[in-house]
């Protein structure tokens, strides 16, 4: 028994040994394996997601916006003329004959004051120019005594002069009297307040009774008569448009009240000057308002045509990145990479804006660029690489989602 053990135990050995070998061989083959195909995995991995980095954009060529711009702006109206109704003379009003809205013609009575001091004044006056033109009468009847007296060599060459003199002053006299009679005969005309022009009385601040006092600007006024045929609108243009706006061009008014109704304006004049605090031009347009739809002082809007410039290039506004450099636009460059470009804005409209400098008529430009997008960075063209952007902002062919614009 111990003989058989002995000559079978080294077989054994060798085939336990063969066994574990092959063993240890398919475990080294499975373990190549799984690494390869992980390395394999990861390489493909890194491929997809440079691809996917890659950001998928679309490009569009800027137009030419060759028809008129429209520029709204707030003004206010105002009536062509306006004139408040001082008195010239102190008393008390005795009847005022016009009221608010009343539509009055030059010259017409609106009220009447009672003056006594004036009037007492005016009658010395006259009394005092009696006085002075008796004064008169009699140097000149002095004189003329003594100037035939002095012929017949009956008084002296000095007392003849004396005589002429006196009627001289005399006659001054009358004059100054006369002038101080006229003087107060044209305070007292203004006892009767009368409307200057055709217009309506927009304004009556006083009574039956009311103390009057004579000047202007010290208190309220007794009436405000405007004419109101023809208003004035004032509108304050910004800086950027000032030099568009000329003379003799023609705008467009809406009011709140009356929608849907537009009315024509012409532009008169301009101030020539930029006001520093709000940076605007002051215009003045003239409209026409013998139907009276329009009210003296209340809200306009102000729609001008303005003229684009032919150099100018228009954008949607989603294609503007906004960074510490400055304004710029990214476009397609050579072998699809992105090239960003410092432009300036002629005019903003809003969804859209008109490029004065920066952009070249066949630039390819993207549309809504990623955050992230610089210069020289790879970029895929969705579509049609050039297309062509329209008035609204949008490209003809349609924005992409939003997730293939950020890649």
Do not use: C
């Not at 990479?337 to 630039?363: C, E, F, M, Q």
Request: charged content about 20%; glycine content about 6%.
């Amino acid at each position: 028994m111990s003989t058989e053990i002995e000559i079978n135990s080294p077989k054994r050995l060798r085939h336990l040994k063969l066994i574990g070998l092959i063993a240890l061989l398919a475990a080294a083959g499975i373990v190549a394996s799984g690494i390869t195909s992980r390395v394999h995995a990861k390489q493909e991995l890194t491929t997809w997601s440079a691809q996917q980095a890659i950001p998928t954009v679309v490009a569009y060529t800027p137009t030419h916006d060759l028809d008129a711009q429209s520029l709204v702006l707030p003004g206010h109206l105002s009536a062509f003329v306006n004139a408040p109704i001082y008195a010239r003379v102190s008393g008390y009003l005795h009847a005022w004959y016009a009221d608010i809205g009343t539509h009055v013609k030059a010259g017409q009575l609106l009220g009447v004051i009672d003056t006594p001091d004036l009037d007492q004044q005016l009658q010395q006056a006259r009394a005092d120019l009696q006085n002075a033109q008796a004064n008169e009468k009699l140097a000149a009847s002095t004189a003329q005594r003594w100037t035939k007296m002095l012929q017949q060599d009956s008084v002296s060459q000095q007392d003849a002069d004396e005589k002429t003199s006196d009627l001289v002053a005399k006659q001054a006299t009358v004059d100054a009297a006369e002038a101080n009679v006229r003087r107060l005969e044209a305070l007292a005309s203004f006892k009767r307040i009368t409307a200057p022009f055709d217009g309506i009385v927009t304004a009556r601040t006083t009574d039956i009774g009311a103390l009057i006092n004579a000047g202007g600007g010290n208190g309220p006024e007794l009436f405000s008569v405007s004419d109101a045929r023809q208003l004035r609108v004032y509108v304050s243009v910004p800086q950027d448009e000032a030099a568009a706006i000329q003379p003799g061009m023609n705008a467009t008014l809406t009011v709140p009240e009356r929608p849907g109704m537009k009315f024509n304006a012409r532009l008169v004049d301009t101030d020539d000057a930029i006001t520093p605090s709000s940076g605007t031009l002051l215009v003045q347009l003239s409209v026409d308002n013998h139907d009276g739809l329009l009210i003296p002082g209340e809200y306009t809007e102000v729609h001008f045509s303005l003229p684009t410039s032919a150099h100018s290039l228009s954008i949607p506004a989603s294609s503007l990145i906004f960074r510490q450099a400055g304004l710029q636009v990214a476009v397609v460059g050579s072998d699809n990479r992105a090239v960003l470009k410092p432009v300036s804005i002629a005019t903003d409209l809003g969804t859209h804006v008109d490029i004065a400098s920066g952009l070249n008529a066949t630039d390819r430009v993207i549309d809504n660029p990623p955050d992230s997008l610089s210069s020289g960075d790879e970029i895929r063209l969705q579509g049609n690489p050039t297309r062509t952007a329209d008035r609204s902002g949008t490209s003809v062919a349609g924005r992409r989602p939003a997730e293939s614009a950020h890649g």
